[in-house]
């Protein structure tokens, strides 16, 4: 079973604009992982947000976290025709196994 | 350095055979884990190696799935008598250390497995 749910599944926008995505979880948490995964290859970490922070920032990159709605979101600015990927927020399960509990992800595709 | 490293990147088998698929964690990384992503979806634990001791497993779909990593480095994921829902691609990942739940993980590209 899957904790997060990324919305919008999919994104289109413009080479240029900035594109938004948005996760929620179900559990608490200690901290909130987004990575991002290209066709065929796999998932790279972009940010770690822990659970007493609410906004994050790496290059384009601006990651906010809200505890009390149980929801983060991703904000990529500037977009770049390479930022073309699929974007997941993942969440570790604090009792017990290490492991990240994925969403679905969204589709993010940067036209020309 | 280099990255993980998943091998083959493809592999057809049909239904019934024993496939084996194998990890090369980043050198010293003391987590390893195993991922299996269906077409469209986010990845779904499998299973969790902290060094050569396998500490949760409770990801695996069936008996017919079964992993190991015998010196603490390289992994070896088995699905033995495959079906045609085992067909996703395996992803596996390692991190530095024991507290990995706390760091990034760093995924290799995968094994695309096809059951046909």
């Known amino acids: 079973s899957q904790q997060g749910e990324e919305d919008p599944q999919a994104l289109s926008i413009q080479e240029g604009e900035n594109a938004t995505m948005n996760c929620s979880y179900k559990?608490?948490?200690?901290?909130l992982q987004w990575y991002r995964q290209n066709s065929g290859r796999g998932l790279v970490h972009l940010i770690l947000?822990?659970?007493?922070?609410r906004e994050k920032h790496s290059g384009r990159l601006r990651v906010t976290l809200d505890t009390s709605k149980k929801s983060s979101s991703l904000l990529i600015t500037a977009s770049r025709a390479a930022d073309t990927a699929s974007y997941f927020c993942?969440?570790?399960?604090?009792?017990?196994?290490?492991?990240?509990?994925f969403g679905q992800g969204t589709r993010l595709t940067i036209n020309p | 350095g280099a990255g993980v490293s998943q091998s083959p990147r493809y592999k057809v088998a049909k239904r019934g055979q024993d496939v084996a698929l194998r990890c090369d964690p980043i050198?010293?990384?003391?987590?390893l884990f195993w991922y299996q992503q269906a077409l469209g979806q986010g990845p779904e634990f499998l299973t969790y190696?902290?060094?050569?001791?396998?500490?949760?497993k409770s990801g695996l779909p069936s008996d017919r799935f079964f992993a190991e990593r015998p010196e603490g480095s390289v992994s070896t994921l088995k699905i033995q008598r495959t079906q045609q829902e085992d067909s996703a691609v395996y992803l596996c990942?390692?991190?530095?250390?024991?507290?990995?739940?706390?760091?990034?993980?760093?995924f290799g590209d995968g094994t695309r497995l096809s059951i046909l």
């Open positions: 990942a390692s991190s530095l250390v024991r507290t990995a739940s706390n760091q990034p993980q760093h």
């Open positions: 559990t608490s948490i200690n901290n």
């Open positions: 947000i822990r659970s007493n922070e």
């Open positions: 993942a969440t570790p399960i604090i009792q017990g196994a290490q492991k990240l509990v």
């Open positions: 050198s010293g990384h003391v987590s």
């Open positions: 190696f902290q060094n050569e001791a396998q500490l949760d």
